[in-house]
């Protein structure tokens, strides 16, 4: 029955009661989305989740690193992207009691609040999540999501950019955010009219790895002012041959994706004699930021010790997120998302040092309600639970 209900408007008067301070204090010691979410997984207040709607496993020539576009429904409380963000997918694995938390980047065009969305995901043997989401991924199920990331985004109106030329530099997975890019300007009515260009210049392993292999062939053969220049295999980015494409492309919008060698080589081509980088370059490696543990300086080894006061169990600090020590020692607090957003996972710390991971940002400040899921020890501390 409660399938055929309509979820709760962000806007509505419902929605609005759902996410009020008293819906809030009715609800603790858990949140409101955890009681709507054993109704139906996509009833949300606050939080974000996804449904699959359909997996398309991509044709390449290679079966080491199988590439899926999953199309999602996301919840209602969705806010949309701009093209170019990423966003945080959580998934529970099976026969695991935690939650994984990876970034990838939106493929679609960019969405208005609560439309469907794309993500074209290549898979990696050492990567748990991309492997799960393209080997195991089907219709129905649901993922936890954050709301879109970053700011390597097309900013200017797609259909009357600000400038006449723009230049797309990716390699390998790093596509994704420029194929967004690409389809809404198509979307929106980007027609190579009035001298208007895109140059998309893409490096792949060989042919046979190419993503969107079907569509850029489509896009290149079309009058929409998109050039599409592929280059495969040994085929490696020069200064020279982007002078020849594009020949002052120092002073063109210029959006770079890629692994870390692309990066440093288009780096190098907009960096003057002076080491001015060109301020017309917008960069980002194919793998959005994702929470990392907290590093110590100098290469220190990691010091202090971790204890939750309330259950008298204590740890060496391991720099992993404090949620993660509280599960490593068997405890089992409340959490939701397991990205920072949804707070189900704020405790207090009575004392001691801790670092934001997503921040880098450290606190001694006695008494801090902190999010533990994003937290970790940056020496001795005390957390409540």
């Known amino acids: 029955m409660s399938a055929l209900i309509s979820p709760p408007a962000p806007g509505g008067p419902v929605g609005r009661l759902l996410r009020s301070r008293l819906a809030a204090a009715l609800a603790t010691p858990h949140s409101v989305d955890r009681y709507l979410e054993r109704f139906n997984p996509m009833w949300a207040a606050h939080e974000v989740r996804a449904r699959v709607v359909s997996v398309h496993r991509e044709t390449t020539g290679t079966d080491t690193a199988p590439v899926a576009t999953l199309t999602l429904q996301p919840t209602s409380t969705w806010r949309g992207h701009r093209a170019g963000q990423h966003v945080l997918v959580g998934v529970e694995l099976p026969g695991s009691a935690k939650r994984l938390t990876r970034a990838f980047s939106i493929s679609s065009a960019a969405s208005a609040p609560g439309e469907q969305i794309t993500l074209t995901i290549r898979a990696h043997d050492e990567g748990q999540v991309s492997a799960y989401l393209v080997r195991e991924a089907q219709p129905g199920t649901i993922l936890h999501l954050s709301q879109a990331q970053g700011e390597f985004t097309l900013h200017e109106s797609p259909a009357t950019p600000t400038t006449n030329h723009l230049l797309l530099i990716t390699g390998g997975s790093g596509i994704t955010p420029a194929m967004s890019m690409v389809r809404t300007l198509l979307r929106d009515g980007y027609d190579g009219h009035a001298g208007r260009k895109v140059t998309f210049l893409h490096f792949a392993r060989s042919a046979e790895d190419q993503i969107f292999a079907d ?116 405890l089992k607090p409340e959490f939701g998302c397991r990205m920072g957003i949804c707070f189900s996972c704020t405790r207090t710390k009575t004392a001691g040092t801790v670092r934001n991971v997503l921040t880098g940002e450290e606190s001694s400040l006695p008494d801090e309600e902190i999010r533990i899921c994003v937290t970790a020890a940056a020496g001795d501390c005390h957390i409540d639970l």
């Open 215 to 330: 569509e850029l062939a489509a896009i290149a053969a079309a009058d929409n002012g998109v050039d599409v220049q592929l280059r495969h295999g040994d085929a490696l980015f020069s200064a020279f041959e982007l002078r020849r494409l594009v020949p002052a492309y120092r002073e063109t919008d210029t959006w770079l994706c890629g692994p870390a060698g692309l990066v440093d080589l288009v780096k190098d081509a907009y960096t003057d004699a002076d080491g001015t980088l060109a301020p017309r370059l917008r960069m980002e490696f194919f793998k959005p930021a994702v929470a990392r543990a907290a590093q110590p300086a100098d290469g220190a080894e990691l010091a202090g010790e971790v204890t939750f006061t309330r259950s008298g169990a204590s740890a060496p600090a391991s720099g992993t997120s404090l949620l993660e020590q509280a599960e490593e020692l068997g």
